[in-house]
T-cell receptor, first 108, second 113 residues
Framework: KNEVEQSPQNLTAQEGEFITINCSYS?????LHWLQQHPGGGIVSLFM???GKKKHGRLIATINIQEKHSSLHITASHPRDSAVYIC??????????FGAGTRLTVKP | DAGVIQSPRHEVTEMGQEVTLRCKPI?????LFWYRQTMMRGLELLIY????????DSGMPEDRFSAKMPNASFSTLKIQPSEPRDSAVYFC???????????FGPGTRLTVL
């Protein structure tokens, strides 16, 4: 079993839909990152969380440390949100572990 | 700032050749990371530096891989000799503190024939 599990693996939505991507982990962490990888391959760091919730535009990330679970929400999804979303957890000094990613396709 | 700069963007080489990947982090960032991404294994952290000093290279796959950071504005990842299984996209990222947001470079797509 992977230490960082993401679900779903693939997600197709219609423009305007509310989207949720989930990340569960089995190790102790000091922080969790959500990354976005564009179809061209570039990676953008969206959020770094250690507790609670963060919001940036239409993106919201939450984390529940006790349940070892994080969610990334996208409100009013748009085709330009189509990308692979990757969850990464930081455990020890340098213990970055990555989920396999969720491929999101938003259709117009 | 131009962001994290990597070169080359694409590299095709033959098995056994030496490959050098280059990275220029964002000015002022104290941490630099090298990652590898493959279809089979996803993203993997290879090594990271703090203030030009390698802190943890436990992710480096084997002795054929080496990384240096001679100064705050430049790092290299070298593979010698290269093998087809090294084919991947190699990303460099930097950040300004231990816990902050990482900024990724565009990546170098390496193909070893």
């Amino acid at each position: 079993k992977n230490e960082v599990e993401q679900s779903p693996q693939n997600l197709t939505a219609q423009e305007g839909e509310f989207i949720t991507i989930n990340c569960s982990y089995s190790v102790g962490i000091s922080a969790l990152h959500w990354l976005q990888q564009h179809p061209g391959g570039g990676i953008v760091s969206l959020f770094m969380l250690s507790s609670g919730k963060k919001k940036h535009g239409r993106l919201i990330a939450t984390i529940n440390i006790q349940e070892k679970h994080s969610s990334l929400h996208i409100t009013a999804s748009h085709p330009r949100d189509s990308a692979v979303y990757i969850c990464a957890v930081k455990g020890g000094v340098n213990d970055m572990r990555f989920g396999a990613g969720t491929r999101l396709t938003v259709k117009p | 700032d131009a962001g994290v700069i990597q070169s080359p963007r694409h590299e095709v080489t033959e098995m056994g050749q030496e490959v050098t990947l280059r990275c220029k982090p964002i000015s002022g960032h104290d941490y630099l990371f090298w990652y590898r991404q493959t279809m089979m294994r996803g993203l993997e952290l290879l090594i990271y530096f703090n203030n030009n000093v390698p802190i943890d290279d436990s992710g480096m796959p084997e002795d054929r891989f080496s990384a240096k950071m001679p100064n705050a504005s430049f790092s290299t990842l070298k593979i010698q000799p290269s093998e087809p299984r090294d084919s991947a996209v190699y990303f460099c990222a930097s950040r300004w503190d231990r816990e902050g947001t990482q900024y990724f470079g565009p990546g170098t797509r390496l193909t070893v024939l």
